[in-house]
């Protein structure tokens, strides 16, 4: 596996997160002390992508529990603290579902351990969280070993926004089969969109591959139609943020228009996911919360005005891509075909 940047990592007594913000141009480290810097950092992007976020979540509860006292709580008002904190790490971003899995994963913890001590609770959890970066770094790599089984020597794959190492502990969902298939001595190829507004795809996609050393060819998002048309494209494979029962997906604003545009080319379409995206207490994709951010990314998008002053904006992060357009979803435990409804449920054992 390529050596893939380690962006989050817990040192000794804070958070480090990579600011995400200030790539590809600078790899500045910032040291999360605190529950708010940990909310800030998800809420303006300095950590993205789901599984990132839900992890560096994680953390965030850890650092807001362990400014309590613990002569002064009770386990009861210990729990109650813990989950106001989780309802605050999750309102940073509404979408993927990673967020409040992770939070709630540490409410039940605490609530498992009503005997211990708030000293010896406190350091179950941050185990938990250092456990957390392990565990998403093997369900990754699993995503890429069945993911690489989808591509032949030469492919050219397609991607939207960035579901890389970036965008996880380390070694990212969408992009695994591509560094699955680079340990194979496979010779595969990415084009990347650009992903307007927030340049996911030209800085941190674009990034993370070409120092990887994978072949990746950078587009603006309107060229995936024409790409598609020259039989340049062999594949897609796009991230998740939040997949419903019934197999639609929410992932970044665009992934929706790839998938109608692979399906006219009759070009196969992936979404890869961890079982942690997948909500299935959700029927569909109409029911998922799409976060809508401030209209200055589109109007001030590249450090200058470019549109009109007092100008109306719609500035949705996600869209929903309906699972008629989903060849399969590649998942630690495998790749999953229609009809998604019953194969998503056998994943959860129902
Ligand atoms: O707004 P972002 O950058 O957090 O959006 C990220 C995406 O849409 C990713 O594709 C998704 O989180 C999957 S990450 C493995």
Known sequence: MAELIEHLRWDEDCLLLLDQTLLPTKTDFLKINCIEECWEAIKVLRVRGAPAIGVAAAFGMYLGLRTLNSADWSASEFVEEARKNADYLSSARPTAVNLRWAVDRIVRLIEAHPKETIPQILDIIKAE???MIAEDNEVCKAIGRHGVTLLKDGAMVLTHCNAGGLATARYGTALSPIYAAQEKGMRVGVFADETRPLLQGSRLTAYELQRAGIPV?????????MVMAQKKVDLVIVGADRVTANGDFANKIGTYGVAILAKEHGIPFYCATPLSTIDMSLAHGGSIPIEERKSEEITHGFGRQTAPDGINVFNPAFDVTPHRYVTAFITERGV?????????SLLFGS
């Open 336 to 344: 999953v075909k229609p009809p998604f409804e019953k194969n998503l």
């Open 217 to 225: 060819t950078l587009i603006c998002d309107n060229m995936a139609a």
């Open 129 to 131: 969280a250092i456990s």
